[in-house]
């Protein structure tokens, strides 16, 4: 099955830095990676995925990075500001057909965003 | 609103008395999820549903069952718990390979 880890477990910034999360995953057939943000108390929320079919992804201020190649993609946070402090979980997937997923997680990392 | 909810969100039990988690979802999804989550693990799948009456396995499935009767509803069982069963759940939803919603999460502890 499918094997994702994610790297650091945890990652301390300054206020205004840039955070990279990095995750590899071992299914060479896994085409979908979302990335999911747990606040405290929560439920995870997806904040951005990429298909294989896509090399990068931006959204204001986060982007990911997908290389098939090396089996590894990348969250990237700029400009990091303290609600960004939460843990950070990667995935990886293959379709199930009828346009379902079964995700496989990364263990996670809690990022703290020092003011 | 759209959501996916789940009861309780806190149980203390013991030991063999069985229980159950309830999930529903009004988002008319087909794809329905467990998952527990543990410190330094992440989260791992139990069980799944691709639609009414198909349900499969995923990672950590054994202790669990689940059925899936209704579109809406997934509830997770749990029919001889035991204290290696402590854990946060998590139910989610999805359809037509988009995004999987999380529910709130319920916390149980076994003694």
């Known amino acids: 099955g499918e094997n994702v880890e994610q790297h650091p477990s945890t990652l301390s910034v300054q206020e205004g830095d840039s955070a990279v999360i990095k995750c590899t995953y071992s299914?060479?057939?896994?085409?979908?990676f979302p990335w999911y943000k747990q606040e405290l108390g929560k439920g995870p929320q997806l904040i951005i995925d990429i298909r294989s079919n896509v090399g990068e992804k931006k959204d204001q201020r986060i982007a990911v990075t997908l290389n098939k190649t090396a089996k590894h993609f990348s969250l990237h946070i700029t400009e990091t500001q303290p609600e960004d402090s939460a843990v950070y979980f990667c995935?990886?997937?293959?379709?199930?057909?009828?346009?379902?997923?079964?995700?496989?997680f990364g263990k996670g990392t809690k990022l703290s965003v020092i003011p | 609103e759209a959501q996916v909810t789940q009861n309780p969100r806190y149980l203390i039990t013991v030991t063999g008395k069985k229980l159950t988690v309830t999930c529903s979802q009004n988002m008319n999804h087909e794809y329905m999820s467990w998952y527990r989550q543990d410190p330094g693990l992440g989260l791992r799948q139990i069980y799944y549903?691709?639609?009414?009456?198909?349900?499969d396995k995923g990672d950590v499935p054994e202790g669990y069952k689940v059925s899936r009767k209704e579109k809406r509803n997934f509830p997770l069982i749990l029919e001889s718990p035991s204290p290696n069963q402590t854990s946060l759940y998590f139910c989610?939803?999805?359809?037509?390979?988009?995004?999987?919603?999380f529910g709130p999460g319920t916390r149980l502890l076994v003694l």
């Open positions: 299914d060479s057939a896994s085409n979908y």
């Open positions: 989610a939803s999805s359809s037509g390979g988009k995004t999987q919603y």
């Open positions: 549903s691709m639609n009414v009456e198909v349900t």
């Open positions: 995935a990886a997937s293959r379709g199930l057909g009828a346009g379902s997923y079964q995700l496989t």
